[in-house]
Each structure stands twice: as C-alpha cells, then as structure tokens.
C-alpha cells in the first residue's frame, strides 16, 4: 500500500529554518507530481509547493515565495521542504502529498501523510 510519512518538523524560533522530508513507498515516485500543503488550528487546509516529476518545475503560494523550497531526489522516493526565514503564522501541520497533476488544488491529490508539526515562537 501506498505510505507517505513526513519528518524533520519541531520548534524553531522565527527567523530560523527547517527542513521537511516525506519517503513515499509503495507507488512509482518518480511518475508523481508531489505537494506540501499546510493547516494551522481553526484553519483551512492550504497549498504550499508543488513539485512537477522530474524536478524542474516548482511551484509556491505567494506566502512562502522566497523563503521556501521544494525539491525531490527519485532515486530516494522523497520530497523535501526546506523552510527558512520562518515566521509565526507558518505554524502549521505541514502535508505531503502525492498526485497524477501538477496543480495547486488539494482535491486532486491521491494520497498523504499524516502529517508533521512546525512550530515557530515569536
């Protein structure tokens, strides 16, 4: 079955960085398009970056532009999110999440992780 689990969240100061990283098992990685999304408490669920199959395109809300990065190895079936210069509103359960297009919209993505909590103090 198809597994997603995500790591490397935890508390950061603002201004600090982190990195995610989310190991997929059990689909052909390197066919997925690949997504971070994020939910805060008492909030939507919202789109963060997008990664196309191979690598070469990337795509981020207006909100994390410049701050973060989305990149994937295929030979390691993983996704990362490298978050810097963080701030207190990126407090968050951060997503990943697996899809067969390379969209924004989080209704077209087949399969998640459970998820893994970023926390930034002011």
């Known amino acids: 079955q198809v597994q997603l689990v995500e790591s490397g969240g935890g508390l950061v100061q603002a201004g600090g960085s982190l990195r995610l990283s989310c190991a997929a098992s059990?689909?052909?990685?390197?066919?997925?398009?690949m997504g971070w999304f994020r939910q805060a408490p008492g909030k939507e669920r919202e789109f963060v970056a997008a990664?196309?199959?191979?690598?070469?395109?990337?795509y981020y809300a207006d909100s994390v532009k410049g701050r973060f990065a989305i990149s994937r190895d295929n030979a390691k079936n993983t996704v990362y999110l490298q978050m810097n210069s963080l701030r207190p509103e990126d407090t968050a359960v951060h997503y990943c999440?697996?899809?067969?297009?390379?969209?924004?919209?989080?209704?077209?993505?087949?399969?998640w992780g459970q998820g893994t909590q970023v926390t930034v103090s002011s």
């Open positions: 999440a697996a899809s067969q297009t390379y969209t924004a919209r989080d209704y077209s993505y087949d399969y």
């Open positions: 059990g689909l052909t990685f390197s066919s997925y398009y």
């Open positions: 990664i196309s199959t191979s690598g070469r395109r990337t």
